[in-house]
């Protein structure tokens, strides 16, 4: 199994509206990782997580919540978002956590997020 | 810190032509590199990776890649394309104390023309 599986696929959601996505792997990988793709742009870096703990967060605004609940599962809560968070939001994961080199990353199909 | 520049930022061949898209990296440690293709409605696929040794690198799909440490370049080759081959290309690299922070590229549109 070399899958990531990303829930749901598309979301809408008004500016005051709590949501989550969620993200799941089964291949013993030790880091998880969300990016954010705008349309013709490159995955932008938001956060990694290496053996469950926040290890990067790149700046990213407080409206964005990871939560890593255990070695298989990765959540980003959503609340308070404007519209220009709207994007392509990818879950990957690696073998290696941090510090270790020699590891590539899989990715998810995404969630496509419209924020109204 | 570690960046990744991809010159073309979009490219229209025939069929049959040869590619070759351009990756440049700028970081003085050890690196891995990698490309991974995105073809429309699709998510992010691993086409190939360098970590070390050869430093000419077969993927999938007859895509290849050569790692100059001199040019701190990583372009990509295919002696043929197909129009299955259109979609965007990304370089990323990840190395050194950023072990976990893969940085792409800001990408190539590839375009065949059946």
Not at chain 2, 44 to 65: C, N, R
């Amino acid at each position: 199994d070399t899958e990531v599986t990303q829930t749901p696929k598309h979301l809408v959601m008004g500016m005051t509206n709590k949501k989550s996505l969620k993200c799941e792997q089964h291949m013993g990988h030790r880091a998880m990782y969300w990016y954010k793709q705008k349309a013709k742009k490159p995955p932008e870096l938001m956060f990694v997580y290496s053996y469950e703990k926040l290890s990067i967060n790149e700046s990213v605004p407080s409206r964005f919540s990871p939560e890593c609940p255990n070695s298989s599962l990765l959540n980003l809560h959503l609340h308070a978002l404007q519209p220009e968070d709207s994007a392509l939001y990818l879950c990957a994961s690696s073998q290696a956590g941090v510090g270790q080199r020699n590891t590539e990353a899989f990715f998810g199909q995404g969630t496509r997020l419209t924020v109204v | 810190a570690q960046s990744v520049s991809q010159h073309n930022h979009h490219v229209i061949l025939s069929e049959a032509a040869s590619l070759e898209l351009g990756c440049n990296y700028s970081y003085g440690g050890t690196v891995n590199l990698f490309w991974y293709v995105q073809y429309p409605g699709q998510h992010l696929q691993l086409l190939l990776k360098y970590f070390s040794g050869d430093p000419l690198v077969k993927g999938i799909k007859g895509f290849e890649a050569e790692f100059i440490k001199s040019k701190f370049s990583f372009n990509l080759r295919k002696p043929s394309v197909q129009w299955s081959d259109t979609a965007e290309y990304f370089c990323a690299v990840n190395g050194g104390s950023s072990a976990s922070k893969i940085i792409f590229g800001s990408g190539t549109r590839l375009s065949i023309r059946p």
